[in-house]
């Protein structure tokens, strides 16, 4: 099994709305990431896991919030967000954090009214 | 500062036809280049790794070249399918918080 898997596909919500994306893998990784990204952009790095810690944090907005509950799962909890945060939620998975190959998930598409 | 540049922006060509797209970094250090393809609205996918020491790696009609010296990279796509159309993106290890530097893209159209 190499997928990585999210949910929902879409999402629409309110700027007062709280939400949740959600991110599993079953390859026995041990880093996972959450990445943003705009149309015709690359993906930026939002947060980096490494055994279910949070490594990196790359200046998010706190109405970004992270979670691992186990290796396994990484959940993006959103709070008060802005139309500027319609995006592309991108989650990805690697072997530990500083190897190779990073397996992404199909994305949530976002937007916020 | 870490760049990977790439070119073209985008790219039309027919059906069956051969391609190559362009990828100059300026990472350092460098660990590996891959090249990842992304259909509209999903995540990207890998389509080659290469490290220092590999000139060529190919997967099915998808052939990467890296020149370790003047630090580019080449992904030649053959005989090319409708199902090609998509955004190549450019990913250098090296650079980052991530260790990873990314280009924006090709953005490849392929028409019958």
């Known amino acids: 099994d190499t997928e990585v898997t999210q949910t929902p596909k879409h999402l629409v919500m309110g700027m007062t709305n709280k939400k949740s994306l959600k991110c599993e893998q079953h390859?026995?990784?041990?880093?996972m990431y959450w990445y943003k990204q705009k149309a015709k952009k690359p993906p930026e790095l939002m947060f980096v896991?490494?055994?279910?810690?949070?490594?990196i944090n790359e200046s998010v907005p706190s109405r970004f919030s992270p979670e691992c509950p186990n290796s396994s799962l990484l959940n993006l909890h959103l709070h008060a967000l802005q139309p500027e945060d319609s995006a592309l939620y991108l989650c990805?998975?690697?072997?530990?954090?500083?190897?190779?190959?990073?397996?992404f998930g199909p994305g949530t598409r976002l937007t916020v009214l | 500062k870490n760049q990977v540049e790439q070119s073209p922006q985008s790219l039309i060509i027919l059906e069956g036809k051969n391609c190559t797209l362009q990828?100059?970094?300026?990472?350092?250090?460098?660990?590996?280049l891959r090249w990842y393809k992304q259909d509209t609205g999903r995540g990207p996918v890998s389509l080659t790794i290469?490290?220092?020491?590999?000139n060529t790696k190919s997967n099915g009609r998808y052939t990467a070249t890296l020149d370790a010296d003047t630090k580019q990279s080449s992904l030649h796509i053959t005989a090319s399918q409708l199902s090609d159309s998509a955004s190549y993106i450019c990913?250098?290890?090296?650079?980052?918080?991530?260790?990873?530097?990314f280009g924006k893209g090709t953005h490849l159209i392929i028409q019958p």
């Open positions: 990805a998975s690697s072997q530990v954090a500083d190897t190779d190959t990073q397996y």
């Open positions: 896991y490494s055994y279910e810690k949070l490594s």
């Open positions: 290469m490290t220092f020491s590999e």
């Open positions: 990913v250098v290890r090296g650079g980052g918080a991530d260790g990873l530097t």
């Open positions: 390859m026995g990784h041990r880093a």
């Open positions: 990828c100059n970094y300026t990472v350092s250090p460098f660990s590996n």
